[in-house]
Each structure stands twice: as C-alpha cells, then as structure tokens.
C-alpha cells in the first residue's frame, strides 16, 4: 500500500491465501447428471468442509475444501449434455475461541486480590475519614439542587404567563 510521504510502497506479510481449484467438466444422460448434482448440491448446500482427494495437487497438501461456487449450464441444442464448474477453496480449521481468562486479575497485588474475594463489604466508607493514618477529609454534602433554585423559580414564572398569551384568540373565538 502506498504511504504518503514515503518512497516506494510498504508491503505487511499476511501468510499465504487459500488454495483454489476450479473443475469443469460434462456429463451425459440424465442419471448421471442427476445423480452428480444430488451428491454435490447437498454438499454445497451443507456449508461443511469436505475431503479432497486428487493426484492433481499432490504437492499442495490439500486435504479439505469447501464448494465455493457450482455452476451449471444445459444448451438447447444438446439437452442430454451438462457443463458444470466447480470452484474448490482450501479449508483451514479456524482457532479455538479464547475461553475466560482463567488469570483475569492475576497481575492485582495480594491486598487488592482479598479485597476482591471480600466484595464491597471492605469498603466502609462512612468510616474512611476516621481511619488513623488517612488524612482524609470528605466535603459536607448540602442540597444539590439548591443552586438550581433561581432559574428554576424563573422558569416557573415564565411558564405561568404563557398560558394568557392565548387569551385574546380565547376571547375572540368564544
């Protein structure tokens, strides 16, 4: 991919894509052909990997493919003769998902790590301020809502005489 600013190109090593085999082929009369297209379509359709046994990629070490495409094509001028292409992509087994972090807070030191196993039960905090040791002064909480008085108030009066500014279209309708 192209990097602005820098000459040239930077290149990042992905590992190598899946091998792909594409297959055409005929087949004449109507068993076969239905027969062919029974096994296949319910593989297709199944979404499962398969075996793939070829002596045409003996080296590829190709042992499972999905179908990744089937087409099928039928001429009037030949109805007994089926032109199909079957499209073969490697299979590799995904990953085991990541189960639950068995070492989930491992890196907690030995006090955090109690406090834990103990629940909330350790944090008194009405008594924090009284601990010996801890300069800890917590503020006096008053009413919140107190500095919203005001404007609460304003708002209040503003609202009551909304309701006479339909007052003379009141009058006027009857």
Avoid: W
Avoid at 2 to 15: E, K
Avoid at 94 to 108: I, K
């Amino acid at each position: 991919m192209p990097v602005p600013g820098l000459q040239g190109q930077l290149s990042q090593d992905l590992g190598k894509g899946a091998l792909v085999v594409e297959i055409c082929g005929s087949l004449h009369g109507d068993e076969s052909r239905d027969e062919f297209l029974k096994a296949l379509r319910e593989k297709f359709l199944a979404g499962e990997a398969v075996a793939f046994i070829a002596d045409i990629v003996n080296e590829s070490q190709l042992e499972q493919v999905l179908i990744e495409s089937l087409d099928l094509e039928e001429a009037a001028d030949s109805p007994h003769e089926c032109f199909y292409r079957v499209r073969l992509c490697e299979y590799t087994e995904p990953p085991e998902p990541p189960g639950l972090a068995a070492d989930f807070g491992a890196e907690l030191d030995a006090e955090l790590d109690l406090a834990a196993e103990l629940g909330l039960d350790l944090l008194d905090l009405p008594s924090l301020p009284d601990l010996p040791g801890l300069p800890i002064t917590l503020p006096k909480l008053g009413d919140a809502l107190a500095p919203l008085q005001p404007a609460a108030e304003s708002l209040r009066a503003t609202l009551a005489g909304a309701a006479r500014v339909l007052d003379p279209l009141n009058d006027l309708l009857g």
